[in-house]
């Protein structure tokens, strides 16, 4: 995700998937951090289910 918007030479991307939060400050003069979240509306999120 970072690499499509070039932002994957100004911030490193969570390298360990931990199922922790991870959160990026914005660095000065260089384009903004983003969130990006899940909806996932009324669809069940199970293994298999195409969300």
Known sequence: ???KFGLDKVYEGQVE???D???VESID???GA???YLDAGLARTT???KV
């Open 1 to 3: 995700m970072l690499n």
């Open 21 to 23: 939060e991870f959160n």
């Open 47 to 49: 293994t298999g289910n």
């Open 29 to 31: 003069g260089q384009p």
């Open 34 to 36: 983003f969130s990006c």
């Open 17 to 19: 998937i931990t199922g």
